[in-house]
């Protein structure tokens, strides 16, 4: 009985990378699939089969975008798609626009091999942007120019915001990102792309042999759609996904300067993985970078959208807080203390379980600092004392002279 049972219940789906999707992941695609559905079959009746030829030509065009898709940090996925999806979008009915981009969805499945929820959460996405860019486009229809124009930006603007909410969504509840947030790149790359899709409607409405004109362009904006990854990869560490120290260094004295200018507090916190050197001894050193990036994540799970984290140089990283009072940034740094010492690190390879704890220093600005050189000398020197009172603590800069037990030696001076 109990195995007749657990055939009709599926077991959860798993993404690529072999995790299981998360509950919360599985309702939200849920419910944007139902709002799909919904919006698909209460205007069904109202579909037209109104210029059906180049529909079909756009949606496949659409499905060829996933045969070029560049693949940006964070899962963030940059195609032309969209081009051809708000054309339909102005040429067809909402419910054959909402089909029109699932065909890409398709084969974007099978060829990167996503798990059925990644699927789902695509079509349903691409689906309900392109139902409310067409609501848009065709009540814009019977306007006068001057607000046609109007609600046509309106219509290109939905779409933006549509696909690129829903995938902020997505990677929250399901991919587990730390924050929620729109990137402005993102949203204008795809507000460009959805008013060329418009012109391309307006070409193929009026001459569609003058249209293929228009795809040239296209190669020329694929390539552009490499930027955003290689800006990435130029700022951020590659193993922790983090900021590299000379981009952190550049982030950082920009954020001291309009502290200073506005005299503002921001704060620093140095921290360091404690006794990296007994991890990688018993399991090696892939399980100290397993590690080093599992504590990576934390790092950005605690942080604000306004503030920067790097990677110092081997198991240190660096956090910058602007706006931030004394009391609230040593209450950030231990709760990041708190979650890496209760968190249990695993690996599959090499296999290994593990605990690791960190230290953390704290300074301020303008408390302990005037510079970001100063500030950098404060928190290391607290990091230093955190690690003499015998590591998984945090310490800060103005307790080391306040408290004679937290005085460093000389001979302490080369811990870090």
Not at 58 to 71: D, I, K, Q, R, S
Request: with cysteine; glycine share 6%; net charge neutral.
């Amino acid at each position: 009985m109990l195995r007749r049972i657990s055939w009709l219940w599926p077991s959860r789906p798993r993404f690529p990378e072999g995790e299981l999707v998360p509950w919360s992941g599985i309702g939200f695609v849920g419910v944007t699939c139902m709002l799909a559905l919904i919006a698909i079959l209460a205007s069904a009746g109202h579909a037209s089969t109104q210029h059906w030829q180049a529909v079909i030509v756009l949606a496949g065009l659409a499905a060829l975008t996933p045969l070029f898709t560049v693949y940006g940090p964070q899962f963030t996925v940059y195609d032309t798609a969209a081009v051809f999806v708000v054309a339909a979008a102005c040429l067809a009915s909402p419910t054959v626009a909402a089909l029109v981009g699932i065909p890409a969805c398709l084969i974007d499945a099978v060829r990167r091999r996503v798990s059925v929820v990644s699927f789902a959460h695509n079509s349903a996405a691409i689906a309900l942007s392109a139902f409310v860019t067409s609501l848009l486009a065709h009540a814009s229809s019977s306007l006068p120019p001057a607000l046609r124009a109007i609600v046509l930006v309106l219509a290109i603007s939905s779409y933006a915001l549509t696909i690129t909410g829903c995938d902020a969504l997505f990677g929250y509840f399901a991919r587990g990102t730390a924050r929620l947030d729109l990137p402005p790149a993102i949203l204008a790359a795809e507000g460009a792309l959805a008013s060329l899709g418009v012109g391309f409607a307006t070409l193929v409405d009026a001459d569609p042999w003058r249209a293929v004109f228009a795809l040239a362009p296209l190669l020329f904006i694929h390539r552009l759609q490499h930027l955003p990854a290689l800006q990435e990869e130029a700022a951020t560490d590659a193993k922790t996904g983090l900021l590299n120290m000379r981009c952190f260094e550049r982030e950082f004295e920009q954020l001291c300067a309009r502290a200073q200018d506005r005299e503002l507090p921001l704060s620093l916190l140095l921290v360091d993985l404690d006794h990296l050197r007994e991890i990688n001894n018993r399991f090696g050193h892939l399980a100290g970078d397993v590690v080093i990036a599992a504590v990576a994540r934390l790092i950005d799970a605690h942080l604000r959208p306004g503030d920067r984290a790097g990677r110092f140089g081997g198991e240190e990283f660096v956090v910058a807080i602007p706006n931030i009072s004394p009391a609230d940034a040593q209450a950030v740094g231990a709760r990041l203390r708190a979650a890496v010492a209760s968190s249990l690190f695993r690996g599959e390879e090499p296999a290994f379980t593990c605990r690791a704890t960190i230290s953390i220093g704290v300074a301020h600005l303008p408390d302990d600092a005037t510079t970001p050189r100063e500030l950098l000398h404060a928190a290391d020197l607290a990091l230093l004392a955190a690690k003499a009172r015998g590591r998984n603590r945090v310490v800060e800069y103005a307790k080391i002279e306040a408290d004679e037990s937290l005085e460093l030696p000389p001979q302490l001076s080369g811990l870090a």
